[in-house]
């Protein structure tokens, strides 16, 4: 490892003339050096540093490592509009950086979330100096895969991301009254009067989200990446997580790239929240092997395509998984195909009660049942881990279960090993005394002594016209092995909040008069019979 210069503050100008500063960190050695860039939205001295190595350990590896403020953020100048600047600015720092001095002209991204956003923007317009990225957990069809899911508001994550951002403007503004305010609201996020947002940060880009209800929108086509990428072909190492709520977007990227790129693409997905990325996320303990080795692999990547070394990463299989259960890592020439394996759904009528009521099973019941499902606006079901909640993560969820507006559906004990790699998809059959409702579907592992923890879940809002169809659950992708002796349960519900809205009885709650206005929804799921209310899970006969 090379010494590091003190960190050292520089700054450009756009081509509209907005300066942008830097931070600035170069080995102490002679010769010139690729650059590593990362642009991000919440200080430059922060650096990404709740999941990737401070900055100095990048140069200590003879890397000029620039880490800047975008547009109207840090002390950058400019009015900052989430994305709206990022193509333009990006392109004019891809090319400043690249003619730092001691730079050699190759330009490398990294970061996540926002930070990953802003490499797929700069890579629109195809700067020559710009030669990799390594996107980590990013939208790549920002309806889709982040302000929305199955058609809801993901309520939870963007308006937590609506507050930070507002309690940051109002911070940079000097405006003590708004911080203070913002501040707290932060600390207990409004659930139930998020139109608090609307009073003290009236042009965050929350309104617009929730303005854009569809995903055909205008609006959503123009600040998509998926719009800007479709000639782009760069070298890409992607990052995800099993429990961010962005995964869709990374699997969306990285199944689109390595379909059309004549470029090395590679995916990286590890047993993790957003953030932070270790061997902990909520009540689960994934062993040693899942620290991030994300650091490391990035130097080795940019090594291959910023300096020409021969990593031998090449000639390695693309796609690295992290099995949740037997916690290794597990890797592919490809994403895998799993066998779609249908587990169908049979009651009692009495799966919201009993434990013992609702089954899963390999074989289709030719007796028609029904279990219905009451939705209480008073008493909505809350959200526990998962991708979508705050905190995220696997936890034990049978006093969830237990509850009486959950309908559970349970395997017997498996015979043998059973492993999972891809989505995991629930078609339902059922109705409603509502125009509106949704469906929550949680699939958990259910241990020999009755812990119950999730593994995945999906989320989907529903329209009454849609009855005579079953309904699509798309669950997030998930890698896992539940051992021989253990049963698969999946869990329905209604709600799950507050990391979606509730729904009134005619759409999302999404300000206090709605929630004054919501009803109780009654649901009638149908199994068996000409009902083929099922699981699809994703069997990997490679396990």
Known sequence: MLKVLSKQTAFMHTRDGVRLDADIYRPDAEGDFPILLMRQPYGRAIASTV??????????????????????????????????????DGEDTVNWAANLPYSNGKVGMYGFSYQGMTQLYAAATKPAALKTICPAMIGYDLYTDWAYEGGAFCFQTNLAWAIQLATETARLRQDKAAYQALFAAARNLPLTNPEILQTLAPESFYHDWLANSQPDAAYWQELSPKRHLRTVDLPMFHIGGWFDTYLRGTLHLYK?????????QHLLVGPWAHLPWGRKVGNADFGPKAASPVDRMQIRWFDQFLKDVDTGLLQEQP?????????????????????????????????????DSGTLSTQHSELSTTDVLVHDPWRPVPALGGHAAIPAG???????????DILTYTTQPLAADLHLAGDAIVEIFCSADQ??????????????????YNLTQGYVH?????????????????????????????????????????????GAVINSEDLLNAQIITLTVSCGGEANSRLLLPVNRSG
């Not at 689109?256 to 090395?264: E, G, K, V, Y």
């Not at 125009?435 to 119950?452: F, H, I, N």
């Open 394 to 404: 696997v936890f034990e969820r049978s006093h969830l279960d237990l509850r009486s």
């Open 51 to 88: 999941v990737y190595a401070h900055p100095t350990w990048y140069a200590a590896q003879g890397y000029i490592v620039v880490i800047q403020d975008v547009r109207g953020r840090g002390t950058s100048e400019g009015e900052f509009k989430l994305f709206v600047h990022e193509i333009a």
């Open 462 to 506: 529903c329209r009454a016209e849609t009855n005579s169809t079953p309904i699509k659950i798309q669950l997030q992708a998930t890698c896992a092995r539940i051992p021989q002796g253990n049963a698969i349960r999946l869990s329905l519900s209604a709600a799950c909040f507050p990391a979606y809205p509730m729904n009134s009885g005619t």
């Open 319 to 355: 796609v690295c998984l992290f099995e949740m259960g037997s916690n290794i890592w597990r890797t592919f020439p490809k994403l895998p195909t799993s066998t779609q394996k249908s587990y169908y759904l049979s009651t009692t009528g009495l799966a919201s009660i009993r434990e």
């Open 435 to 452: 125009p509106s409702y949704d469906l929550c579907a949680v699939l958990s592992q259910v241990y020999p002594d009755g812990q119950v």
């Open 256 to 264: 689109d790239m390595a379909a059309r790129s004549s470029t090395p």
